[in-house]
């Protein structure tokens, strides 16, 4: 506890640089480095503690009033997709999403909504599966990078990541961000594929892809806000 913040401290084997990640679900991350010791991510952490309850506060504002009951749609910004959800109580079977046109049916027991929101969640990381296998190989055309392996998963503070082996995460969750910022991630990201870091090489190569990377960085940090709340609940 620094001030009247908490923060979760976590020691990373494949982090090259101390990392504060803040969701207003998950709070205040710090990520420290193999090689750096307590007391500097410490320092760390008091050089940018304003920045930091700054931007907690702002985060926590945006979820005083979140909706977190079942949805009646979803509003999917990266693939320009509505989708109408409705509900349907059934008994037994473990619960599942069915697709007739324009419209999600969710079949649950109709007093498990725990169970309806998982149903969801995979069908969500099916359906980002689908997108981003086409949209992955369709950047890496364009670009030149390559990778291994992609896996979509539904990570709590992180956008995506890429191992030293190639292997690209997704999180199922940038469904619901802007087409840009979600091409900046993908980017980011593939970037890694070449230099595991974030050194000036590492940034001059996403410039060469995404001149506005700075700006979009920025945007993408705070876009936690974009994800439906109801989806953070577990």
């Not at 090689?35 to 979820?63: G, L, N």
């Not at 059934?90 to 046109?101: F, I, L």
């Amino acid at each position: 506890m620094q001030g009247s913040l908490a923060y979760h401290w976590r020691r990373s084997p494949r982090a090259k640089s101390l990392q504060v990640r803040i969701t207003p679900w998950q709070g205040i991350e710090v990520v420290i480095p193999r090689h750096v010791s307590r007391e500097r991510a410490r320092a760390f952490v008091a050089k940018h503690r304003e920045w930091i309850r700054d931007t907690w506060k702002r985060m926590r504002e945006q979820i005083v009033d979140a909706d977190l009951t079942l949805p009646k749609s979803l509003e999917m910004r990266a693939t320009d997709e509505h989708w109408a959800v409705h509900y349907r109580s059934r008994g037994g079977a473990r619960a599942r999403v069915t697709v007739s046109g324009p419209t999600l049916t969710v079949h649950y027991d109709g007093h498990d909504e725990k169970a309806a929101r998982q149903a969801l969640r995979r069908w969500l990381t099916e359906r980002a599966r689908v997108y981003f296998l086409d949209y992955v190989a369709e950047l890496c055309q364009v670009t030149g990078f390559s990778y291994k392996q992609l896996q979509i998963r539904g990570q709590s503070s992180r956008w995506g990541s890429c191992s030293s082996r190639g292997t690209l995460s997704l999180n199922y969750k940038l469904l619901f961000l802007e087409p840009e910022l979600v091409r900046y991630l993908i980017i980011h990201e593939l970037s890694h594929t070449r230099h595991l870091d974030h050194s000036a090489r590492f940034w001059k190569l996403v410039e060469v892809c995404e001149p506005n990377y700075r700006a979009l960085d920025q945007e993408l940090g705070e876009s936690w806000r974009d994800v439906p709340a109801w989806l953070e609940i577990t």
